[in-house]
């Protein structure tokens, strides 16, 4: 099913340190968001707070800051709170955050959807939660629920993008995929390996069909790549040279 | 497919700053990971650095520090590193960490698993490459593909917990799910709407039939709980108590 296309932006309503926002800006960038709205801050100067927001230059710049959660959720379509879910009052749905983009995708949500957070001391209340359509939950341990801020960003941010609920830039060229070596030059390894080892003295006459079957087997099972089959090759043929060396020596 | 039960530790890499270890540390214990193993640290006093570690307490005592990698992963099945994928000379192929658990379940991993974050500067080096079985890499986008480490390993907790690779005790009472109201208390809202609006002389005659369709209608989609049908229910009858008086005094 093709993902509805939201525009997301990330609240972060009354955050007390400065660092957190900054790292908060720092996920939404590793993961191509770019809008983020800070609530009523506690310090007044935490555009100033960068060192925890490397890369995020952009996203920082762009952030915007309003006195009030109403000022900034106008436009939006869906509003959704986080909760650790600690408190037993909420008296709402809680959806597991691995759950949210169905959930989306169900209703047929579009537009704009705001993502919530609250401070790190009390989290979202109940006057924010009186405008979210949904609450939704990082499935955290109950001995140890709330997150912190940053990393509780981190999370969602990585969870929009695994889910195609965001569309995440990938490197243009990403690290090539695994590339087995052919089985002519896995042949190769097993003559040269086969030769070695009857010049070591390694083979008993009677299992010594077996054992050879076993060596091609492993030569199988080690997945080499070309660049492997080659370095163990010229490892081989090393061996193989100093111990015809050896008996060559040892004949006259 | 039950998944395999693997044993996870964490291992940070010459982590430089005290307050990513126990940033860690928290992000550990929010998704009920207890291990972590801190290699050739920056700050020989990182221990001491817990404010960023709140609720982390046990997971910082546990903690075991070697001065080598090597050291740490002797008993472990699967080591697997994490990278940006941002160095293009790494020749490996590189799992995005979505794929990890069905990764890990196709090559039936079992026993002991050490996932590796490198130092914050330089993330991890080919030497501790040359020691993973797989490279795995959080999808971030090409312009900004670094992360935070302590936001690098609450993605990969909430990875795991979220594909069942690690069971996350959860909340014994989490909030009730979605208790829709009945269509008894629907229909009793809707009589009571329909006298408000008689009273309000907001029918038209030719209408009015097709109007009461909608607000029945209206009154269903509004996806009312029991809690949210008896507010709704007090305000109709408050404002039906009203209107009665006005007409009422009216006719006086």
């Not at 436009?75 to 909760?83: E, K, L, N, R, S």
């Amino acid at each position: 099913m093709k993902p509805q296309q939201l525009n997301w932006q990330f609240v972060l309503v009354r955050p007390r340190n400065p660092l957190n926002i900054g790292a908060a800006a720092r996920a939404l960038a590793n993961f191509g968001l770019m809008e983020m709205v800070v609530v009523a801050p506690f310090e007044p100067t935490w555009k100033e707070a960068r060192t925890s927001a490397v890369g995020a230059e952009a996203v920082m710049a762009k952030a915007r800051v309003a006195p009030k959660l109403v000022d900034v959720i106008g436009d939006a379509t869906v509003v959704i709170g986080t909760t650790t879910g600690a408190r037993r009052n909420l008296d709402r749905e809680l959806v597991p955050l691995p759950d949210l983009a169905a959930e989306l995708r169900r209703g047929r949500a579009r537009g704009r959807a705001a993502l919530l957070f609250g401070s790190e001391k009390t989290g979202l209340g109940n006057e924010d939660f009186s405008h979210c359509h949904a609450l939704v939950r990082i499935p955290t341990a109950s001995d140890c629920p709330s997150m912190n801020l940053g990393q509780a960003v981190a999370v969602c941010a990585y969870e929009l993008a695994r889910a195609g609920l965001v569309t995440v830039k990938q490197p243009i060229s990403p690290p090539g995929r695994f590339e087995p070596a052919t089985s002519h030059s896995l042949e190769h390894l097993y003559k040269r390996a086969q030769h070695v080892l009857e010049m070591s003295g390694y083979f008993q006459p009677l299992s010594r069909q077996a054992m050879l079957l076993k060596v091609r087997r492993l030569l199988l099972d080690l997945k080499l790549t070309p660049s492997g089959a080659r370095i163990l090759g010229a490892i081989l043929a090393q061996v193989e040279w100093k111990l015809e060396q050896a008996t060559h020596a040892g004949h006259e």
